[in-house]
């Protein structure tokens, strides 16, 4: 699995295939594939999608790929996607009440990434009487205590056989929850006076994390099953900014580093997790952006992707890897302000962290279309600027592009899934389920 000079191969700039001269062919395939559709609409293109697929499991090189649910947020597309290769194995959810809903449609080895104070759900959790193998995340102690007196009051519920797997509670009681630890994977250079990485879990050094999973395994009520420790800043943060050559350098010098930390620090910290925890089921890092880097520990049993699927725009930034984009949406023309301008309805699909340009939609087709800087992507109209804007007619549509992966399918009841020039089938995101978990 390891591969001599991985990090340093993985972080060399390389010539991107590029989109810009397939896209009008592209496009053109897919308003021959909708035609008969009235937009606002979004569309998975499956030829790219399943390209992308194999582009994941190539760069994970036989690690397994937890899929990121919240990047995905169709459950037809997470059960083909799982079903379609073996390489494909659990759901990395992003709420509690969304696992549980997954499990109810027959999912398995699902794990919650983000940590849970939904008592209601934990106590359904405690409640089941299957093994859905949900697992939740925790970082602290107090989320322990949460999860325990939020199960306490858990119904009584035989465990099938009599005989209690190991760490569960004896017959008769609720079954122990699984956990899962989170560790930072951040990386503090100058003795933790800079800090570069998300803020999420508090637990950096290995000691600290195996003091939780001691703390754990002191509970009756819990059991530890898995460890994680996302990378954001190298998964989630595109090394080769547009226009910015020097900072995609600079970048791209600090992954390397914080890659080469975090490789010796993950594997101390699961020696240390595994003396207090030997059945462990599994070590889980990573995302889209970090793959191969990933992958390439041997401390780490698999690797979290999502957005990769879909590739957004985010993931037009990155060296090591381009994704086709497969889930775009259409708009229609409805107005014509003036010379050099359209306006569509809808749009203003933005995406989550930091409010700048890169979290907007891009217009892609026609070509040579872009957002106004004062309007940007409105909430009932976007106004769309260009020469090209003087080629389309009213009743004509625009397709763009989201900056991340999952949020569309917050925008729309439906995904049409589009094979060579038509549309083969339509299915329901999770809102079109009637669900909106987060
Ligand atoms: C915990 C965790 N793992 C993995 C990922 C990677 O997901 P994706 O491949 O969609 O970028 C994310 C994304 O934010 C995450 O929060």
Redesign the pocket.
């Known amino acids: 699995m390891r591969r001599a000079g991985a990090s340093a191969r993985a972080f060399a700039p390389r010539r991107r295939a590029g989109y810009g001269r397939r896209v009008s062919d592209h496009l053109a395939r897919l308003n021959r594939a909708t035609a008969g559709l009235d937009p606002p609409f979004a569309v998975v293109d499956l030829d790219a999608y399943r390209a992308n697929a194999r582009d994941l499991l190539r760069r994970a090189g036989g690690r397994p790929i937890r899929l990121?649910s919240?990047?995905i947020r169709c459950r037809a597309l997470l059960e083909r996607t799982l079903a379609s290769d073996d390489g494909f194995r659990g759901t990395?959810a992003?709420t509690l009440p969304e696992a549980l809903w997954l499990a109810d449609r027959g999912l398995r080895d699902l794990c919650v990434?983000?940590p849970t104070a939904d008592r209601a759900a934990l106590r359904a959790l405690a409640e089941r009487d299957d093994d859905a193998g949900i697992a939740v995340m925790v970082d602290d102690v107090a989320q322990l205590d949460l999860i325990e007196a939020a199960v306490a009051g858990a119904g009584a519920r035989a465990v099938a056989g009599g005989t209690a797997p190991a760490g569960a509670k004896p017959a008769g009681g609720p079954r122990a929850i699984r956990v899962c630890i989170?560790a930072d994977a951040g990386w503090r250079p100058l003795g933790g006076r800079v800090r570069i990485g998300?803020k999420?879990s508090p637990l950096h050094a290995p000691a600290q994390v195996a003091a939780l999973a001691r703390e754990i395994a002191s509970r009756p009520a819990l059991r530890l099953v898995g460890l994680?420790a996302?990378e954001?800043q190298i998964?989630?943060l595109g090394d080769r900014p547009p226009g910015r050559p020097l900072m995609g350098a600079v970048l791209r010098a600090v992954q390397r580093a914080s890659a080469r930390e975090l490789a010796r620090r993950r594997a101390e910290i699961v020696a240390a997790v595994r003396e207090v925890a030997p059945d462990l089921e599994y070590v889980?890092?990573?995302?889209?952006?970090s793959i191969e880097l990933t992958a390439a520990e041997p401390a780490v049993t698999e690797v979290?992707?999502?957005?990769?699927l879909y590739g957004p725009t985010l993931?037009d930034a990155y060296t090591r890897f381009s994704p086709r984009p497969a889930a775009l949406f259409a708009l229609p023309v409805v107005r014509r302000p003036g010379r050099g301008v359209v306006a569509a309805l809808g749009g203003g699909y933005l995406a989550s962290g930091p409010a700048d340009r890169a979290r907007l939609p891009r217009p892609v087709l026609p070509a040579g279309l872009r957002l106004d800087a004062r309007e940007g992507a409105g909430e009932v109209q976007t106004p769309l600027l260009g020469a090209a804007a003087d080629a389309l007619a009213i009743g004509d549509r625009v397709w763009l592009r989201h900056a991340k992966?999952?949020e569309l399918c917050e925008r729309f009841d439906a995904l049409h899934l589009v094979e060579g020039d038509e549309v083969v089938e339509t299915v329901p995101t999770y809102r079109g389920e009637g669900c909106c978990f987060l």
């Open positions: 990121a919240k990047s990395l992003f990434a983000y989170e998300v999420r994680m996302y954001a998964a989630g889980n890092g990573g995302g889209t952006g979290a992707a999502g957005s990769g993931f992966a999952g």
